[in-house]
């Protein structure tokens, strides 16, 4: 069974910066796509980032410039880098991987980030 642990979610204050991690297991790592999404209550689920095999890089516009997404397949690791994060990225974060045009889409148990003073 695939799993996907998403950590390094806390408070973090305006402005500052914090880093979200995701390691995944029984799963052939690098060739599925990466990604982060959020969700609110009473909201959608939405993209943030997502990375593909080759390295390529997808954001909401409402991330670019701040947030920056990365992986590491010999840890079977993904990462998102939040810089100058906003009250407005306060969300529970939910891992993904995926392969597109398969049923394989897999999903984290989330890790709540709190944007606050």
């Known amino acids: 069974q695939v799993q996907l642990v998403e950590s390094g979610g806390g408070l973090v204050q305006p402005g500052g910066s914090l880093r979200l991690s995701c390691a995944a297991s029984?799963?052939?790592?690098?060739?599925?796509?990466m990604g982060w999404y959020r969700q609110t209550p009473g909201k959608q689920r939405e993209l943030v980032a997502a990375?593909?095999?080759?390295?390529?890089?997808n954001y909401a516009d409402s991330v670019k410039g701040r947030f920056t997404i990365s992986r590491d397949n010999s840890k079977k690791m993904v990462f998102l880098q939040m810089n100058s994060p906003k009250p407005d990225d306060t969300a529970v974060y939910y891992c993904?991987?995926?392969?597109?045009?398969?049923?394989?889409?897999?999903w984290g148990q989330g890790t709540q980030v709190t944007v606050s003073s």
């Open positions: 029984r799963i052939i790592f690098s060739v599925y796509t």
């Open positions: 990375i593909s095999p080759g390295d390529s890089t």
């Open positions: 993904n991987a995926k392969i597109f045009g398969t049923l394989q889409d897999y």
